[in-house]
Protein backbone atom coordinates (compact mmCIF):
# COMPACT_ATOMS: atom_id res chain seq x y z
CA UNK A 1 0.00 0.00 0.00
CA UNK A 2 1.31 3.33 -0.71
CA UNK A 3 2.10 4.76 2.44
CA UNK A 4 1.80 8.60 1.51
CA UNK A 5 -2.00 7.78 1.79
CA UNK A 6 -1.29 7.53 5.91
CA UNK A 7 0.23 10.61 6.31
CA UNK A 8 -1.85 13.06 8.12
CA UNK A 9 -3.64 16.30 7.13
CA UNK A 10 -2.00 19.25 8.22
CA UNK A 11 -4.50 22.25 9.29
CA UNK A 12 -3.31 25.45 10.57
CA UNK A 13 -4.50 28.85 11.84
CA UNK A 14 -3.80 31.60 13.47
CA UNK A 15 -5.23 30.12 17.25
CA UNK A 16 -7.64 28.12 18.52
CA UNK A 17 -10.37 28.87 15.82
CA UNK A 18 -9.52 26.36 13.13
CA UNK A 19 -10.11 23.20 15.73
CA UNK A 20 -13.97 24.40 14.17
CA UNK A 21 -12.41 22.93 10.76
CA UNK A 22 -10.93 19.84 12.49
CA UNK A 23 -14.27 18.98 14.04
CA UNK A 24 -15.70 18.76 10.73
CA UNK A 25 -12.70 17.17 9.33
CA UNK A 26 -13.27 14.56 12.27
CA UNK A 27 -16.92 13.86 11.51
CA UNK A 28 -16.49 13.88 7.67
CA UNK A 29 -13.29 11.76 7.32
CA UNK A 30 -13.27 9.75 10.41
CA UNK A 31 -10.49 7.18 9.27
CA UNK A 32 -7.69 10.73 8.89
CA UNK A 33 -5.11 11.39 10.51
CA UNK A 34 -4.62 15.27 11.39
CA UNK A 35 -1.76 17.50 12.46
CA UNK A 36 -2.78 20.92 13.66
CA UNK A 37 -0.49 24.26 13.99
CA UNK A 38 -2.41 26.73 15.81
CA UNK A 39 -0.01 29.91 16.31
CA UNK A 40 -1.12 31.21 19.72
CA UNK A 41 1.97 33.33 20.04
CA UNK A 42 1.23 35.33 17.84
CA UNK A 43 -2.79 36.05 17.58
CA UNK A 44 -4.86 37.52 16.80
CA UNK A 45 -3.31 37.87 12.74
CA UNK A 46 -6.23 40.05 11.61
CA UNK A 47 -4.72 43.34 12.72
CA UNK A 48 -1.86 42.48 11.51
CA UNK A 49 0.32 43.48 8.64
CA UNK A 50 0.04 41.65 5.09
CA UNK A 51 4.13 41.30 5.36
CA UNK A 52 4.18 39.79 8.66
CA UNK A 53 0.79 37.68 7.91
CA UNK A 54 2.83 36.17 4.63
CA UNK A 55 6.18 35.78 6.81
CA UNK A 56 3.98 33.82 9.96
CA UNK A 57 2.19 31.46 6.99
CA UNK A 58 5.61 30.86 5.44
CA UNK A 59 7.11 29.46 8.59
CA UNK A 60 4.12 27.69 9.42
CA UNK A 61 3.76 26.13 5.96
CA UNK A 62 7.48 24.69 5.99
CA UNK A 63 6.91 23.50 9.95
CA UNK A 64 4.04 21.55 8.20
CA UNK A 65 5.80 19.94 5.22
CA UNK A 66 8.46 18.93 6.99
CA UNK A 67 5.93 16.48 9.18
CA UNK A 68 5.05 14.78 5.49
CA UNK A 69 1.62 15.96 5.63
CA UNK A 70 -0.49 15.53 2.41
CA UNK A 71 -2.14 17.83 2.49
CA UNK A 72 -2.58 21.17 3.70
CA UNK A 73 -5.70 23.04 4.86
CA UNK A 74 -5.04 26.94 5.61
CA UNK A 75 -8.21 27.36 8.51
CA UNK A 76 -7.25 31.05 9.14
CA UNK A 77 -9.60 33.08 6.68
CA UNK A 78 -7.21 36.27 7.33
CA UNK A 79 -4.19 33.85 6.11
CA UNK A 80 -6.34 33.14 3.40
CA UNK A 81 -7.12 36.03 2.33
CA UNK A 82 -3.70 37.66 2.68
CA UNK A 83 -1.23 34.84 1.95
CA UNK A 84 -2.82 32.25 0.22
CA UNK A 85 -0.22 32.27 -3.26
CA UNK A 86 2.93 32.23 -1.10
CA UNK A 87 1.39 29.38 0.76
CA UNK A 88 0.89 27.34 -2.42
CA UNK A 89 4.47 28.49 -3.89
CA UNK A 90 6.20 26.94 -1.00
CA UNK A 91 3.81 23.62 -0.84
CA UNK A 92 4.80 20.03 -2.55
CA UNK A 93 0.94 18.72 -1.79
CA UNK A 94 -2.54 20.38 -2.19
CA UNK A 95 -3.38 23.41 -0.32
CA UNK A 96 -7.16 24.18 0.21
CA UNK A 97 -8.21 27.51 2.32
CA UNK A 98 -11.70 28.22 3.38
CA UNK A 99 -12.27 31.27 1.72
CA UNK A 100 -12.98 29.45 -1.79
CA UNK A 101 -14.42 26.91 -0.05
CA UNK A 102 -17.10 29.14 1.90
CA UNK A 103 -17.46 31.07 -1.54
CA UNK A 104 -18.36 27.90 -3.53
CA UNK A 105 -21.46 27.16 -0.63
CA UNK A 106 -22.85 30.70 -0.46
CA UNK A 107 -23.79 30.47 -4.44
CA UNK A 108 -24.81 27.01 -4.23
CA UNK A 109 -26.88 28.41 -2.01
CA UNK A 110 -28.41 31.96 -2.38
CA UNK A 111 -31.51 32.13 -3.86
CA UNK A 112 -31.35 36.37 -4.33
CA UNK A 113 -27.59 36.53 -4.73
CA UNK A 114 -27.28 38.96 -1.86
CA UNK A 115 -24.81 37.59 0.03
CA UNK A 116 -23.30 38.90 3.71
CA UNK A 117 -19.46 38.28 4.81
CA UNK A 118 -18.89 38.89 8.27
CA UNK A 119 -14.86 38.55 9.22
CA UNK A 120 -11.86 40.11 11.23
CA UNK A 121 -10.91 43.68 9.69
CA UNK A 122 -7.98 42.18 7.58
CA UNK A 123 -10.17 39.56 6.15
CA UNK A 124 -12.44 42.10 5.42
CA UNK A 125 -10.44 44.61 4.38
CA UNK A 126 -8.51 42.09 1.42
CA UNK A 127 -12.03 41.69 0.06
CA UNK A 128 -10.99 38.35 -0.78
CA UNK A 129 -14.30 37.03 -0.15
CA UNK A 130 -16.00 39.60 -2.70
CA UNK A 131 -13.51 38.59 -4.92
CA UNK A 132 -14.00 34.73 -4.83
CA UNK A 133 -17.96 34.90 -4.87
CA UNK A 134 -17.95 37.56 -8.18
CA UNK A 135 -15.54 34.95 -9.80
CA UNK A 136 -18.22 32.36 -9.68
CA UNK A 137 -21.02 34.70 -10.35
CA UNK A 138 -20.77 38.45 -11.50
CA UNK A 139 -24.16 38.90 -10.78
CA UNK A 140 -24.32 38.85 -6.64
CA UNK A 141 -24.24 41.50 -4.42
CA UNK A 142 -21.53 40.86 -1.70
CA UNK A 143 -22.10 43.46 1.20
CA UNK A 144 -19.33 42.53 4.08
CA UNK A 145 -19.04 43.94 7.43
CA UNK A 146 -15.94 43.54 9.86
CA UNK A 147 -16.73 42.21 13.53
CA UNK A 148 -13.30 42.56 15.70
CA UNK A 149 -15.02 41.94 18.88
CA UNK A 150 -17.20 38.75 17.92
CA UNK A 151 -13.27 36.69 18.49
CA UNK A 152 -12.43 37.62 21.78
CA UNK A 153 -15.84 36.95 22.72
CA UNK A 154 -15.42 33.61 21.54
CA UNK A 155 -12.91 32.77 23.21
CA UNK A 156 -14.07 34.33 26.31
CA UNK A 157 -16.95 31.16 26.00
CA UNK A 158 -19.25 34.33 25.79
CA UNK A 159 -21.49 32.45 23.09
CA UNK A 160 -25.24 33.29 24.07
CA UNK A 161 -23.97 36.32 26.79
CA UNK A 162 -26.24 39.35 26.60
CA UNK A 163 -23.20 41.25 25.87
CA UNK A 164 -22.13 39.35 22.75
CA UNK A 165 -26.04 39.93 22.27
CA UNK A 166 -26.09 43.91 21.85
CA UNK A 167 -22.74 43.56 19.88
CA UNK A 168 -23.87 40.86 17.40
CA UNK A 169 -27.05 42.95 16.88
CA UNK A 170 -24.85 46.35 16.00
CA UNK A 171 -22.59 44.58 13.66
CA UNK A 172 -25.50 42.74 11.91
CA UNK A 173 -27.51 45.43 11.37
CA UNK A 174 -25.74 47.17 8.09
CA UNK A 175 -26.05 43.76 6.28
CA UNK A 176 -29.92 43.09 7.27
CA UNK A 177 -30.44 46.33 5.96
CA UNK A 178 -29.32 44.87 2.46
CA UNK A 179 -31.52 42.03 2.85
CA UNK A 180 -29.36 39.23 2.35
CA UNK A 181 -30.61 35.84 2.40
CA UNK A 182 -27.29 33.91 2.71
CA UNK A 183 -24.66 35.01 5.36
CA UNK A 184 -20.80 33.80 5.16
CA UNK A 185 -19.24 33.37 8.82
CA UNK A 186 -15.91 34.76 7.32
CA UNK A 187 -13.69 33.70 10.50
CA UNK A 188 -13.20 30.14 12.38
CA UNK A 189 -14.54 31.49 15.53
CA UNK A 190 -17.71 32.37 14.15
CA UNK A 191 -19.47 28.66 13.94
CA UNK A 192 -19.41 29.10 17.74
CA UNK A 193 -22.18 31.87 17.44
CA UNK A 194 -24.06 30.32 14.72
CA UNK A 195 -27.31 29.99 17.02
CA UNK A 196 -27.25 33.63 18.30
CA UNK A 197 -26.60 34.55 14.87
CA UNK A 198 -29.59 32.41 13.23
CA UNK A 199 -31.53 33.88 16.36
CA UNK A 200 -30.46 37.74 15.37
CA UNK A 201 -31.19 37.31 11.22
CA UNK A 202 -34.15 34.53 11.31
CA UNK A 203 -34.14 31.44 10.17
CA UNK A 204 -35.22 32.91 6.29
CA UNK A 205 -30.70 33.69 6.35
CA UNK A 206 -28.80 30.94 5.10
CA UNK A 207 -25.80 30.63 7.45
CA UNK A 208 -21.97 29.56 5.75
CA UNK A 209 -20.19 27.59 7.98
CA UNK A 210 -16.44 27.81 6.80
CA UNK A 211 -15.50 25.06 8.98
CA UNK A 212 -18.24 22.19 7.28
CA UNK A 213 -17.35 23.70 3.65
CA UNK A 214 -13.77 22.99 3.94
CA UNK A 215 -14.74 19.45 5.29
CA UNK A 216 -16.77 18.90 2.34
CA UNK A 217 -14.24 19.82 -0.75
CA UNK A 218 -11.25 18.26 1.63
CA UNK A 219 -13.44 15.19 1.29
CA UNK A 220 -14.13 15.78 -2.86
CA UNK A 221 -10.18 15.95 -3.28
CA UNK A 222 -9.22 13.40 -1.07
CA UNK A 223 -11.43 11.38 -2.81
CA UNK A 224 -10.49 12.34 -6.50
CA UNK A 225 -6.96 12.05 -5.65
CA UNK A 226 -7.66 8.08 -4.25
CA UNK A 227 -5.63 10.01 -1.22
CA UNK A 228 -7.50 8.36 1.52
CA UNK A 229 -6.46 6.80 4.48
CA UNK A 230 -7.38 2.72 4.08
CA UNK A 231 -6.10 2.05 7.63
CA UNK A 232 -9.36 1.85 9.71
CA UNK A 233 -8.04 2.09 12.91
CA UNK A 234 -8.31 4.87 15.39
CA UNK A 235 -6.65 7.97 14.02
CA UNK A 236 -4.04 10.28 15.42
CA UNK A 237 -4.50 13.71 16.22
CA UNK A 238 -1.45 16.33 17.33
CA UNK A 239 -1.81 19.48 18.21
CA UNK A 240 1.06 21.64 18.01
CA UNK A 241 1.03 25.46 19.80
CA UNK A 242 3.73 28.52 19.75
CA UNK A 243 2.31 29.60 23.11
CA UNK A 244 0.36 28.52 26.24
CA UNK A 245 -0.82 24.64 25.15
CA UNK A 246 -2.72 24.82 28.44
CA UNK A 247 -4.89 27.96 27.73
CA UNK A 248 -4.99 26.08 24.24
CA UNK A 249 -6.48 23.07 25.46
CA UNK A 250 -8.90 24.56 27.88
CA UNK A 251 -10.48 26.28 25.09
CA UNK A 252 -10.01 24.05 22.33
CA UNK A 253 -12.02 21.15 23.85
CA UNK A 254 -15.04 23.97 23.75
CA UNK A 255 -14.35 24.02 19.98
CA UNK A 256 -13.92 20.97 19.22
CA UNK A 257 -16.53 19.21 21.83
CA UNK A 258 -14.25 16.71 23.15
CA UNK A 259 -10.89 16.14 24.74
CA UNK A 260 -7.71 17.30 23.11
CA UNK A 261 -4.90 14.65 23.17
CA UNK A 262 -1.30 16.10 23.99
CA UNK A 263 -0.48 19.36 22.81
CA UNK A 264 2.84 19.87 22.16
CA UNK A 265 4.83 23.53 22.47
CA UNK A 266 7.28 24.16 19.70
CA UNK A 267 9.06 27.31 18.92
CA UNK A 268 8.85 28.09 14.86
Not at 40 to 47: E, L
Not at 108 to 127: D, E, L
Not at 150 to 175: C, M, N, R, S
Not at 182 to 206: A, F, N, R, S, W
Request: proline share 5%.
Amino acid sequence: MNTKTNNAIGVFDSGIGGLTVVRSLMERLPFENIIYFGDTARVPYGIKSVETINRYAAQITEFLIKKDVKLLIVACNTMAAVAHQSIIDLSPVPVLEVIDASARMSIQNTKTKSIGVIGTPATINSNAYARAIHLLDKEAKVFSQACPLFVPLVEEGWFDHPATKLIVQEYLKPVIAEQIDTLVLGCTHYPLLKPLLQDILGQEVMLIDSAEAMADIAAELINKQNMGNHNCTPPDYTFYVSDLPYRFQTIGERFLGRTLGRVELVNL
